[in-house]
């Protein structure tokens, strides 16, 4: 999905590749897809000549970024640029886990277990570092959501509140205003596995920050609802019979419609 190891010309050269590709591919039925390109981050400054490419050229609305970048967290200095391009282009940023690994030089992980810890893991360090690092602080405007129910995030948000109303000076010198303030915010879809899971998830989150998703065509797929977005809409009643008919026509297209910018004959 991403090669950010890449050196810069090359990954500049894929990401045109896979951008043009997508560009193509949304013609053949531009009313049910809308195009989400990939960003050589690597190299900001090609980034940024990248995303305005497809912006004016093919009209995406938006771009699928990894946790971090190589070495870099979300709320990098070398990012700024691009968080402020995005801003100003109002582009969708979706945020996706990279580098599922469990490390530990004695250890051996089987099968799915790096994506089953490390992915919720990954998705709550790149949340933080956008809400800690004062990203949405400096971008008010900026749009962005967090694959997979954000990770582990709701169950450490609190503690993020916490951890800045006792930092002391300079541990946390980045962020003026608290992370809760910025929390609602950030948008997350709705892929966790359980229904205990997901109703926690409207419960820290509210239901106008989740998105419906389903990870087609991952092997884990959306656990809960069995990889079919039309069960999870026929399940929502029965699961989640105080979640009321404003909140449940948000989860399943508004909040997504809203998100892309979309007006309300567009939202299928």
């Not at 990012?79 to 402020?84: G, K, N, Q, S």
């Not at 998705?123 to 749009?143: D, N, Y």
């Not at 582990?152 to 980045?174: C, G, H, I, S, W």
């Not at 092997?219 to 929502?236: A, C, E, I, M, R």
């Amino acid at each position: 999905m991403f090669v950010y190891w890449a050196k810069a010309d090359d990954g500049a050269d894929l990401a045109r590749i896979l951008n043009n590709s997508m560009a193509e591919q949304v013609k053949i039925c531009p009313e049910r897809f809308i195009p989400f390109g990939t960003l050589p981050l690597q190299a900001p400054e090609m980034a940024i000549v990248e995303m305005h490419r497809c912006v004016s050229e093919y009209n995406f609305k938006g771009f699928i970024i990894g946790t971090h970048i190589n070495e870099w967290g979300l709320d990098s200095p070398e990012l700024i640029p691009f968080w402020e391009l995005a801003e100003e282009l109002e582009v969708c940023i979706f945020v996706h886990p990279i580098d599922l690994q469990i490390k530990g030089k004695h250890r051996k992980e089987p099968g799915f277990l790096p994506k089953l810890v490390g992915m919720p893991a990954e998705m709550c360090h790149a949340v933080s570092c956008i809400l800690t690092g004062g990203i949405l602080e400096k971008f008010p405007r900026l749009k962005v959501c967090f694959a997979h129910g954000a990770g582990t995030f709701p169950y450490v948000r609190d503690q993020l509140q916490e951890a800045f109303m006792n930092a002391k000076v300079n541990e946390l010198d980045t962020l003026t205003s608290p992370p809760n303030l910025y929390a609602g915010k950030i948008l997350c879809d709705s892929l966790v596995a359980g229904s205990q899971a997901s109703s926690f998830l409207f419960d820290v989150m509210h239901p106008e920050q989740v998105l419906l998703g389903s990870d087609y065509p991952s092997p884990l797929g959306q656990v809960t609802f069995d990889s079919n977005p039309k069960y999870f809409k026929d399940s929502l009643n029965d699961m989640f019979p105080n979640l009321h008919a404003v909140a449940k026509a948000k989860v399943l297209g508004k909040n997504a419609g809203e998100f892309l910018g979309l007006v309300e004959e567009e939202i299928l």
